[in-house]
């Protein structure tokens, strides 16, 4: 599909970005994500292993060069934490695209939206080209927009969780209300919730635990990618209105 | 032959004792760790990767050596 996907001026040709997380190898992992056709991949920033140096690294992996790495804070509760992580990625090798994630409690793993809105400012005026995680409130979604987010990334439901996109309405009327890219973040769990998402009007899903904790990681990742790809097309053609009544495929006239 | 001094710095929250007038440079080089693929923090401030010759450890000294892993 020529339709791209456009972040902070960058486009891309995949509108599906998934993590890179709870696979149960590196080579795992990259077979997945290359079967997925994603062209972003998340990643968590953390301490290297000083004294074990034979454990594989993600960068052997999974090129950068050729793939979008987008640093991601996800483990932090507060703003210190979060700002530190992502200034910590850029430093890397230059990374400003960033995924923003405040968590605000360890067992549903929400955002922390108060924490998020803080950080999402400061970033911003730093330079960074912040997509942000967020829960699927359109009040909030305006504030992050307000402050300079790139993106905003509402919830389907918990992290990991699998339930898929519980509050519809809410992500359409943020889709209406916003010209930023808006991508469901976490909580998906079948390749059609992703359908259902871009058929809302996202502008692209973020996947990681419905893909790495299938039966099957390689076959759901191409599942992922034909959902939304399905998804963003029905999206674009328009779908028919809803009726009660119904209407029949084969004209009236001539019947025998 | 004079006896090296040593001190004591922690890295990745782990004690180490070093000889003393090392740079972080050559610490970083020690633990044979690719300077392109991390991040480093020197008591809690981010370095420019191209100062850390410039930098001589002392005692106590907190450093954070990060990277990319696998994660959602």
Redesign the interface.
């Given at each position: 599909m020529r339709d791209k996907l456009t972040v902070a001026n960058k486009k891309f040709s995949s509108r599906l970005i998934v993590?890179?997380?709870?696979?149960k190898s590196?080579t795992e992992?990259a077979k997945a994500i290359k079967l997925s056709g994603a062209d972003i991949v998340?990643?968590?920033?953390?301490?290297?292993n000083?004294?074990n140096?034979n454990k594989p690294?993600?960068?052997d992996y999974i090129d950068p060069k050729k793939i979008t790495?987008l640093?991601?804070t996800?483990g932090c509760f507060t703003s210190e934490d979060a700002l530190?992580t992502l200034?910590?990625?850029?430093?890397?090798?230059g990374w400003k695209l960033v995924k923003l994630e405040v968590l605000g409690d360890k067992k549903n793993l929400f955002p922390d939206m108060i924490e998020t809105l803080k950080s999402t400012e400061v970033l911003s005026k730093e330079g960074f080209k912040v997509m942000v995680y967020c829960n699927d409130d359109p009040l909030m979604a305006k504030r992050l927009e307000n402050v300079g987010a790139s993106a905003i990334m509402p919830l389907a439901a918990p992290?990991?969780s699998g339930l898929g996109i519980l509050n519809k309405i809410n992500i359409k009327i943020i889709r209406n209300q916003t010209k930023l890219p808006l991508i469901i973040d976490?909580g998906l769990g079948q390749a059609s919730d992703a359908t259902i998402a871009m058929e809302l009007g996202c502008d692209g899903v973020l996947v990681?635990?419905a893909i790495a904790k299938a039966k099957k990681p390689f076959e759901m990742a191409q599942a992922f990618k034909n959902a939304v790809i399905a998804g963003r097309q029905s999206y674009l053609s328009g779908r028919i209105d809803k009726t009660l009544m119904g209407s029949p495929s084969s004209p009236i006239k001539g019947i025998i | 032959m004079k006896k090296l001094k040593k001190i004591k710095i922690k890295?990745?929250?782990?004690i180490k004792t070093i000889v003393d007038k090392l740079t972080l440079h050559e610490l970083i080089n020690d633990?044979?760790?690719a300077i392109?693929?991390?991040?480093?923090?020197f008591n809690k401030e981010?370095?420019?990767?191209k100062r850390i010759k410039k930098i001589k450890l002392k005692n106590k000294d907190v450093i954070?050596?990060?990277?990319?892993?696998?994660?959602?």
């Open positions: 993590g890179t997380g709870k696979y590196m992992c998340t990643v968590a920033v953390r301490r290297v000083i004294s140096k690294l993600l960068m790495y640093p991601n996800a530190r200034r910590l990625a850029r430093e890397i090798g992290i990991g976490a990681n635990t | 890295v990745n929250g782990k633990l044979k760790i392109t693929k991390v991040a480093i923090e981010i370095i420019d990767k954070e050596i990060v990277h990319f892993i696998g994660g959602g």
